[in-house]
Nanobody
């Protein structure tokens, strides 16, 4: 499985971005998926997760009500709609896919939110 993120960039506080994670390869093996982020000097943290069929989602408290995770299995793509962005959301955002075996990770996409 290969995961490629896109959609990051520089945005002012209060703005929006939509991240995408395109999966390829053995996509039938993918179960749940998620978005994680890592800010400089901090550990990687969970942002949001979504079940295989998209029916169940979970969010970090810090993003609840602002971020929405979704996936389109027909397109093998997962999304993260980020609204009302804050400077503390600045980080590299990583796509994660859970399979039987070690998880797969994307290369990350930088999100920078200016005050």
């Amino acid at each position: 499985v290969q995961l490629v993120e896109s959609g990051g960039g520089l945005v002012q506080a209060g703005g929006s971005l939509r991240l995408s994670c395109a999966a390829s390869g053995d996509t039938f093996s993918i179960n749940s998926m998620g978005w994680y982020r890592q800010a400089p000097g901090k550990q990687r943290e969970l942002v949001a997760r979504i079940s295989r069929n998209g029916g169940a989602t979970a969010y970090a408290d810090s993003v609840k009500g602002r971020f929405t995770i979704s996936r389109d299995n027909a397109k093998n793509t997962m999304y993260l709609q980020m609204n009302n962005l804050r400077p503390e959301d600045t980080a590299v955002y990583y796509c994660n896919a859970v399979v039987v075996g070690p998880d797969y990770w994307g290369q990350g996409t930088q999100v920078t939110v200016s005050p």
